[in-house]
């Protein structure tokens, strides 16, 4: 079997994510690499695979899973700033995680290395970033 680049990583995770329930929940759209519109407001996915060696048996990667979700406004002290929307944030990144970790693909493992908050910068959004590893036997 060919050894898999990171187009198809990048494919499997979309697949995996547009065809499940995330798809609908979001105001937005699912996006690879840097595809999302730079002015977009709204709830989207964007997948990235930072890396995924060429040799054989196994091969092994490292993707990313970023959920956008706009900032709300709140008001402290009588002011008003943008804070992370944590409720939305946690529901969607919630149906993500559990696509991820329910889907079955043969001769791939993928696990959920890691999950945190982050502020994007320059807008007033956070984004959750689910870090995917691949260990590929085929």
């Given at each position: 079997?060919?050894?898999?680049?990171?187009?198809?990583t990048?494919?499997?995770?979309?697949?995996?994510?547009?065809?499940?329930?995330?798809?609908?929940?979001?105001?937005?759209?699912?996006?690879?690499?840097?595809?999302?519109?730079?002015?977009?407001?709204?709830?989207?996915?964007?997948?990235?695979?930072?890396?995924?060696?060429?040799e054989?048996?196994?091969?092994?990667?490292?993707?990313?899973?970023?959920?956008?979700?706009?900032?709300?406004?709140?008001?402290?002290?009588?002011?008003?700033?943008?804070?992370?929307?944590?409720?939305?944030?946690?529901?969607?990144?919630?149906?993500?995680?559990?696509?991820?970790?329910?889907?079955?693909?043969?001769?791939?493992?993928?696990?959920?290395?890691?999950?945190?908050?982050?502020?994007?910068?320059?807008?007033?959004?956070?984004?959750?970033?689910?870090?995917v590893?691949?260990?590929?036997?085929?």
């Amino acid at each position: 079997m060919a050894l898999k680049t990171s187009f198809d990583t990048d494919a499997l995770l979309y697949g995996i994510l547009s065809r499940s329930p995330l798809k609908a929940a979001l105001s937005g759209g699912i996006y690879v690499g840097d595809d999302r519109p730079d002015d977009s407001a709204a709830e989207d996915v964007v997948i990235n695979t930072l890396a995924l060696t060429q040799e054989y048996h196994p091969q092994r990667g490292v993707s990313n899973v970023n959920v956008y979700v706009s900032d709300k406004a709140v008001r402290v002290g009588g002011a008003e700033q943008f804070v992370a929307d944590r409720v939305r944030l946690r529901m969607l990144t919630d149906m993500a995680v559990e696509e991820l970790r329910a889907a079955h693909v043969t001769g791939l493992a993928l696990t959920i290395e890691s999950q945190t908050v982050l502020k994007a910068e320059g807008v007033r959004q956070h984004f959750t970033n689910i870090r995917v590893s691949w260990n590929i036997q085929g």
